[in-house]
């Protein structure tokens, strides 16, 4: 009997192809298991075999997702998959939107099933827990092993014929669907057995899922405006023309600096604004509709603010995950304390 053939996608990491530096790497595919793909073959076990992995690079899949998984379906559908298995992407969100984007579209093109594991402050989680099925990972690498195994286990109910109707149960994020359903206790009675479990510290869980954000306590300025070294920050995908330091338009990791010493104001031979979650062309007719430096200036010189301080950092906001906006955040806030600012304006889209 024919093994049952996988296809198995990975990012130029964990491809092989390299780091940072190889995320630009076209869409391409290798015979056979390669890095993590070769656990994942021991983990299926006899029956299944992983005949080929599909790579591409991060930054390439990032700048048109549509376009690169159409190619890599076209390159996956010539080795007749049952099952593609993407990553898993743990954090990573340029990876789990590379994972989410190609999985639907095999769905889709191919009739093929996939699935894919994340970690939950994945954005790809909410992008495409609809239509994919998301095993819940670790963090980060480190959870690889019991990530695979998870994937592997669910490879087998798929290729067995077992419809994965509530993927809560089979370790999967929930695709956010509402099924009717009947119950013998009528709401109320629930909600008050569920508020006397709560008050009484016992274990109970809610029938509506609500996010849960951080929150931030303002911090009273201890000098007036007028005194005091201001910065601006932007999430709107400032970057300087060119986008030499590569930042991509969404699913962010990094910042830019951008040195305004000398400036007025912007003019679009100097920046421009690489962002994917918006349409960038009348902010790019004009990038002090973004970051506001002409009017930071004039109030400079008035007097209302003691300086403007003389770098813009920038980042793009798009699907970032809340790993990522925490630690971009501390790294700014740390260069801005350094240099003695106390005051920042953040501006978005």
């Known amino acids: 009997m024919e093994p049952v053939r996988i296809v198995h996608y990975l990012n130029q990491f964990f491809g092989q192809l390299g780091g940072e530096e190889a995320a630009g790497a076209?869409?391409?595919?290798?015979?056979?298991?390669?890095?993590?793909?070769?656990?994942?073959?021991?983990?299926?076990?006899?029956?299944?075999?992983?005949?080929?992995?599909?790579?591409?690079?991060?930054?390439?899949?990032?700048?048109?997702?549509?376009k690169t998984a159409e190619e890599l379906a076209g390159l996956i559908a010539e080795f007749r998959p049952a099952i593609l298995i993407a990553g898993p992407a743990f954090n990573s969100g340029r990876y789990g939107q590379s994972c989410g984007e190609l999985c639907a579209a095999v769905q889709e093109r191919l009739g093929v099933p996939a699935l894919t594991g994340m970690y939950d402050e994945n954005p790809g989680v909410e992008q495409f827990r609809s239509r994919v099925l998301i095993v819940r990972t670790g963090p980060s690498a480190r959870s690889m092993g019991e990530a695979l195994r998870q994937m592997a286990t669910l490879a087998r109910r798929i290729a067995a014929g077992d419809a994965i109707d509530r993927p809560a149960e089979a370790g999967c994020?929930?695709?956010?669907?509402?099924?009717?359903?009947?119950?013998?206790?009528?709401?109320?009675?629930?909600a008050i057995d569920m508020l006397l479990r709560k008050v009484a510290g016992e274990p109970w869980a809610t029938e509506v899922?609500?996010?849960?954000?951080?929150?931030?306590?303002?911090?009273?300025?201890d000098a007036p405006l007028a005194s005091i070294t201001v910065a601006l920050v932007t999430?709107?995908?400032?970057?300087?023309?060119?986008?030499?330091?590569?930042?991509?338009?969404?699913?962010?990791?990094?910042?830019?600096?951008?040195?305004?010493?000398?400036?007025?104001r912007f003019t679009t031979d100097l920046v421009e604004a690489h962002h994917g979650g918006y349409d960038t062309q009348f902010v790019n007719q004009d990038l002090n509709r973004l970051v506001p430096l002409?009017?930071?200036?004039?109030?400079?010189?008035?007097?209302a603010i003691g300086r403007l301080y003389e770098t813009v950092y920038a980042t793009a906001g798009l699907g970032m995950s809340l790993t990522n906006a925490r630690?971009?955040?501390?790294?700014?806030?740390?260069?801005?304390?350094?240099?003695?600012?106390q005051a920042v304006i953040l501006t978005s889209t």
């Open 173 to 190: 994020f929930p695709r956010g669907m509402k099924r009717p359903m009947i119950r013998e206790e009528i709401a109320a009675t629930r």
């Open 235 to 264: 999430d709107g995908g400032l970057v300087v023309k060119g986008n030499p330091d590569r930042m991509p338009n969404g699913y962010c990791d990094r910042i830019t600096a951008i040195p305004i010493g000398g400036l007025e």
């Open 209 to 221: 899922s609500r996010p849960a954000f951080d929150r931030v306590a303002p911090v009273k300025l």
């Open 327 to 341: 630690k971009l955040g501390q790294e700014i806030g740390r260069r801005l304390r350094q240099d003695g600012v």
């Open 26 to 66: 076209g869409p391409q595919i290798k015979p056979g298991p390669i890095g993590p793909g070769r656990v994942l073959q021991s983990q299926l076990g006899d029956g299944f075999e992983i005949v080929a992995t599909a790579i591409c690079g991060d930054n390439t899949f990032a700048d048109a997702p549509a």
């Open 294 to 303: 002409d009017a930071m200036r004039q109030l400079e010189k008035e007097g």
